[in-house]
């Protein structure tokens, strides 16, 4: 395990001293953003997709840059490389930095940016799973689009689906359309198991792996078992009279779900195309393209 903090300005390996100054204003107010790659042998997965999503989710939440993308990038890879963690999760977040206890960040002189890397094991289970529909109040789509460290509605909404025995939460919009879950997006095979649709980014936060996903799913086409791929507006009806439903994110990879509520879906089995993209991904992670794994220099 490692820890990089900007206000000491390096990187440590004591957990004692993994701290993080309470007058920062991520941690008294919530201002501060955050996101995650995945560490599989060596290698970190979608590294460059995250770090874009945590600059822009920065620049909605009017956080300021403490360095530069490509020295922010070298931070982050000279951690996962202190660490020596092999097979793990690098989480990072930029803070608008600690001050004082005021609910403005002006007397906040410089922003922050903090790093960890801890060991993680990412075992495969491909057994379906039953998700209900969650009564928590979605995030507005200004908030639910940016990947902020307000996450207690995720995390009442999580707490709420264990204690109902389920996996997860998936939120409804105002219009009735499927969205998200707490920290997942979804995805379902519609049309006699020859389309793969996910609901809009619009009003969501944007999934980097739900986005692969997309895009490696393209060869499930040009090999005959899907017709088409598409990202549109679904109803929980929809949903819920799919062949196939999945969950997609870094934490599930893609996790078949096999119940929504009282309604199972389909013949209540995990689908075989939930399935090869599961297979799809897990290649990628392990032998994907540059554009997508980046070796760690221990």
């Not at 920062?24 to 201002?31: A, E, L, Q, T």
Request: overall charge negative; glycine content about 8%.
């Amino acid at each position: 395990m490692a820890m990089y903090s900007s206000v000491v300005g390096g990187i440590t390996t004591d957990p004692a001293a993994m701290v993080l100054p309470l007058d920062d204003h991520m941690v008294h107010r919530g201002h501060g953003v955050f996101d995650t790659a995945m560490i599989i042998n060596g290698h970190l997965y979608e590294l460059d997709q995250h770090l874009d999503r945590i600059l822009r989710s920065a620049s909605m939440s009017k956080i300021p840059l403490p360095f530069d993308r490509e020295t922010i990038r070298r931070i982050l890879i000279q951690t996962a490389s202190v660490s020596g963690c092999r097979y793990g999760s690098l989480r990072y977040w930029l803070s608008a930095g600690p001050g004082d206890f005021a609910l403005s960040p002006s007397q906040c002189p410089k922003p922050s940016l903090y790093a960890i890397v801890y060991q993680k094991d990412f075992n495969v289970d491909r057994i379906g799973v039953k998700v209900v529909t969650s009564s928590v109040p979605i995030k507005p789509p200004e908030f639910a689009t940016v990947k902020s460290v307000n996450y207690l509605p995720n995390a009442l909404s999580q707490m709420e689906a264990e204690a109902k025995g389920a996996f997860a939460g998936i939120w409804v919009d105002s219009d009735g359309f499927i969205a998200e879950g707490p920290n997942m997006n979804v995805a379902f095979v519609v049309n006699g198991g020859k389309e793969l649709v996910m609901p809009r980014f619009d009003n969501v936060l944007s999934g980097c792996t739900a986005k692969r996903t997309i895009t490696l799913a393209e060869q499930l086409v040009r090999k005959g078992m899907l017709k088409s791929v598409r990202v549109m507006d679904m109803t929980v009806e929809d949903g819920k009279n799919a062949d196939e439903m999945m969950l997609l994110g870094s934490g599930v990879l893609v996790k078949p779900v096999i119940q929504w509520d009282e309604e199972v879906i389909a013949d209540g089995k995990e689908g075989h195309i939930t399935n090869a993209l599961l297979d799809l991904l897990l290649e990628d992670m392990s032998s994907g393209p540059p554009s997508v794994r980046v070796l760690v220099p221990y």
